[in-house]
């Protein structure tokens, strides 16, 4: 069973930092694009940033300059480095991946989320 599990989120202060992890785990051929991205209450689902197979990035624009996107392709995981964050940043961040499970298959998998609450 093929699953995306996702760790690192929590309370932090305004300002402050947190780093999401988000590693791919079972039966996998390969990993082709993974992303994040958050929903915050009552409002839609959303990209924050995805990282390609190759490592070509892509953020949301309001984003830029303050949240870093990266892979290790060995261990099978994307984090997602957030600095300066605000109140707004509350929200529930899911994982996102296209795993190859088989020859000529992909799939798209979603992580559980997990939520970063941004309060003083």
């Known amino acids: 069973q093929v699953q995306l599990v996702e760790s690192g989120g929590g309370l932090v202060q305004p300002g402050g930092s947190l780093r999401l992890s988000c590693a791919a785990a079972?039966?996998?051929?390969?990993?082709?694009?993974m992303g994040w991205y958050r929903q915050a209450p009552g409002k839609e689902r959303e990209l924050v940033a995805t990282?390609?197979?190759?490592?070509?990035?892509n953020y949301a624009d309001s984003l830029k300059g303050r949240f870093t996107i990266s892979r290790d392709n060995a261990k099978n995981t994307v984090y997602l480095q957030m600095n300066s964050l605000k109140p707004e940043d509350t929200a529930t961040y899911y994982c996102?991946?296209?795993?190859?499970?088989?020859?000529?298959?992909?799939?798209?998998?979603w992580g559980q989320g997990t939520q970063v609450t941004v309060s003083s």
């Open positions: 079972g039966s996998i051929f390969s990993i082709n694009a």
């Open positions: 990282i390609s197979g190759g490592g070509i990035t």
């Open positions: 996102n991946a296209i795993l190859q499970v088989r020859a000529m298959t992909y799939k798209n998998y």
